[in-house]
């Protein structure tokens, strides 16, 4: 079964560093757009930063500068670089990849999402 395990989460002051790291396992055929979304409580999930398989990335307005999406195809893994951080950057951080691989012996092409991973950024 393909999946996604995030680590790296952490409490942090403000303008501290963390790493975030998204790891695909499975059977994989190939891994289009990765992604970084988070959802604070109470608030919706929004997207944090992109990263497609050719290598572009876009960034939300509130972390331009700050967070630095990549990738390590080689290892299926996605990185999320994140610094000066904020109070306001709490939330639970999930990753997301576009996968196409073996599921229950399917082939299919779809969705997936980790399980999450908590940053807290004290003030």
């Known amino acids: 079964q393909v999946q996604l395990v995030e680590s790296g989460g952490g409490l942090v002051q403000a303008g501290g560093s963390l790493r975030l790291s998204c790891a695909a396992s499975g059977t994989i055929l190939r891994i289009n757009t990765m992604a970084w979304y988070r959802q604070a409580p109470g608030r919706q999930r929004e997207l944090v930063a992109g990263n497609t398989s050719g290598g572009r990335t876009n960034y939300a307005d509130s972390v331009k500068g700050r967070f630095t999406i990549s990738r390590d195809n080689a290892k299926n893994t996605l990185y999320l670089q994140m610094n000066s951080l904020k109070p306001d950057d709490t939330a639970v951080y999930y990753c997301?990849?576009?996968?196409?691989?073996?599921?229950?012996?399917?082939?299919?092409?779809?969705?997936?999402w980790g399980q999450g991973t908590q940053v807290t950024v004290s003030s």
């Open positions: 997301n990849a576009q996968i196409l691989g073996y599921s229950s012996g399917t082939l299919v092409s779809r969705d997936y």
